[in-house]
């Protein structure tokens, strides 16, 4: 219920900061939430910052995604424009195309960090 109440939220301004703790969810919960995120953010046009660890869910629901550089005092280390035109489905190659590019990026990052505790 508190992710719905969050998700409400999002239409009350232009920029919105979505904190919605979505893992607390089972997956099919987890899936509606994202859709009525995603309907949100096409009916109200409002900017909204998603945060979160889950690369499949970036793509889901982004536009564009940054990926952090590993590291207490890490940067962006790359910002990727998703352009699936709307179609936002999971077995699409498009969609697995950009979850790839992601996967890669974080996967470099943890190999530097794994070096740097070695």
Known sequence: MQGRVAAGRLV???VA???ISVYRVNAQTR?????ELASIWRTTSTTVLFITHDIDEAVTLGTRIGV???????DVKGVLDVELNGARDRTDDVFLRYYKQ???????????SMARRS
């Open 12 to 14: 009350a301004g232009k």
């Open 17 to 19: 900061n979505a904190t």
């Open 31 to 35: 899936a509606l939430m994202q859709e």
């Open 68 to 74: 952090m550089r590993a590291g207490p005092r890490s």
């Open 102 to 112: 992601v996967h890669e990026m974080i996967r470099d990052e943890v190999a530097k």
